[in-house]
């Protein structure tokens, strides 16, 4: 079946220093959607920004994503941390297959030092 | 943005109790999903529904039973609850049909079971 795997379970950073969250994917159908959502302490998940355009860089907040089909990979990245950004990070698959779900990876948790 | 309400948002109760957890979006969305939040394990599936009515089997359905009464309202239901459904449990929506796929969360209901 379909699966997203995060290989980070906890990242921590010095602020200003770049960021990068590894997202790879596993799905039998060709056109899938990718998804990252951003949780941050006591919230609830919110869309950070999604992809289903091969090889087109997506930009929100400062983030941004590409999805690369070659590799079914959709790595988070960020030039520059912040403290805000500290928070709870997913990948998440939509396969399109008429289901609907989505595929959650186990999330990287990012901490922002100072 | 889409809202989704959940209540109640704590529950406590003990092993065996019956517990009725319950989402409301006032969107339109057809699509009304069920997780639940654990450590290390991510977001997980356990029900949704694409209308009233309909119930749709997620990824760890055991325990759990659900129920869609209107296009607004969608309810999860612990007959026998255990301690292992101790977690936290946010509701989603969304209409990919109708080209919204990006899935709302609820603020989450955490539940204690003693």
């Known amino acids: 079946g379909d699966s997203v795997t995060q290989t980070e379970g906890l990242v921590t950073l010095t602020e200003g220093l770049p960021v990068m969250l590894n997202c790879t994917y596993q799905t039998i159908y060709s056109n899938p959607f990718l998804f990252w959502y951003v949780q941050h302490l006591n919230e609830s998940p919110r869309l950070l920004l999604k992809s289903f355009t091969d090889n087109k860089r997506t930009e929100h907040q400062g983030f941004h994503a590409t999805l690369h089909k070659s590799s079914s990979s959709f790595h988070l990245q960020k030039s520059s941390a912040q403290l805000s950004d500290s928070a709870l990070y997913y990948c998440?698959?939509?396969?399109?297959?008429?289901?609907?779900?989505?595929?959650f990876g186990s999330g990287t948790q990012l901490t922002v030092m100072p | 943005e889409a809202a989704v309400t959940q209540s109640p948002r704590n529950k406590v109760t003990v092993t065996g109790g019956n517990v009725t957890l319950s989402c409301r979006q006032t969107n339109s969305h057809n699509y009304m999903y069920w997780y639940r939040q654990d450590t290390g394990h991510g977001l997980r599936l356990i029900h949704y529904s694409y209308g009233a009515g309909n119930l749709q089997i997620g990824d760890v359905p055991d325990g759990y039973k659900a129920t869609r009464t209107t296009q607004e309202d969608f309810f999860l239901l612990l007959e026998l609850a255990s301690p292992s459904q101790t977690s936290l449990y946010f509701c989603?929506?969304?209409?990919?049909?109708?080209?919204?796929?990006?899935?709302?969360f609820g603020p989450g209901t955490r539940l204690l079971v003693l």
């Open positions: 998440a698959l939509s396969s399109s297959s008429g289901s609907w779900q989505l595929i």
């Open positions: 989603a929506s969304s209409d990919p049909t109708g080209g919204e796929d990006t899935q709302y």
